[in-house]
């Protein structure tokens, strides 16, 4: 069963600006995990957040993990175009590494 | 040097016929997997094994059958393919079973007409 769930959708901004992803989880987890799928590629994996941490940050991007409310929250500061893709939440539920993906966010940077 | 690669990148064949996808993967990772992405981009797993052993089978027709001839391999054979059986089909491996980034390969574009 689909276990994540993303918003928005699809967000279009503007070279500079900061973009906010949101996903939300059902069951409990062992970690998330946020991926970025470039059109017409194969996932890449940004960043993990275990189940006992709240924030982890990697170079412009801010993951952030509220367990009590099943939710996760990517943020990309200072966007680039090169970073338009869509982007995947995935829980870990420690099912031997299955991962659980959310249905994604088009993101669209305009230079 | 391609970490998880998958062969072919592109796949048109018509009903009825039996087809398979190749994957490899020279990270040294324990476990492996397949992933079906459909045409609103989501993503399902199907099998996963963990040094040859199959770990986890979705509810996956018994016409989808993976095999893995080592740790490094993982095919997947589709018989009797249908229509519904188009997707991108990604192959994805991890260093163990759980609680670690998975990386993923280029996928497979099948298209049955």
């Known amino acids: 069963s689909q276990q994540g769930e993303e918003d928005p959708q699809a967000l279009s901004i503007q070279e500079g600006e900061n973009a906010t992803m949101n996903c939300s989880y059902k069951t409990s987890i062992n970690n998330l995990q946020w991926y970025r799928q470039n059109s017409g590629r194969g996932l890449v994996h940004l960043i993990l957040?275990?189940?006992?941490?709240r924030e982890k940050h990697s170079g412009r991007l801010r993951v952030t993990l509220d367990t009590s409310k099943k939710s996760s929250s990517l943020l990309i500061t200072a966007s680039r175009a090169a970073d338009t893709a869509s982007y995947f939440c995935a829980t870990d539920g420690n099912q031997g590494g299955k991962l659980i993906f959310g249905q994604g966010t088009e993101l669209s940077v305009k230079p | 040097d391609t970490a998880v690669s998958q062969t072919p990148k592109y796949l048109v064949t018509q009903m009825g016929n039996d087809k398979s996808i190749k994957c490899e993967q020279n990270?040294?990772?324990?476990?492996m997997y397949w992933y079906k992405q459909d045409s609103k981009k989501f993503l399902k797993i199907m099998f996963s094994?963990?040094?040859?052993?199959?770990?986890i089978n979705e509810t996956v027709p018994n016409r989808f059958s993976p095999k893995s001839p080592d740790k490094a391999h993982l095919n997947l054979h589709i018989n009797s393919l249908e229509l519904g059986d188009s997707a991108v089909y990604f192959c994805a491996s991890s260093l163990t079973g759980g609680d670690t980034e998975a990386f993923f390969g280029q996928g497979t574009r099948l298209t049955v007409v």
């Open positions: 957040i275990r189940s006992n941490e």
């Open positions: 990270l040294g990772h324990d476990t």
């Open positions: 094994y963990n040094n040859k052993e199959l770990i």
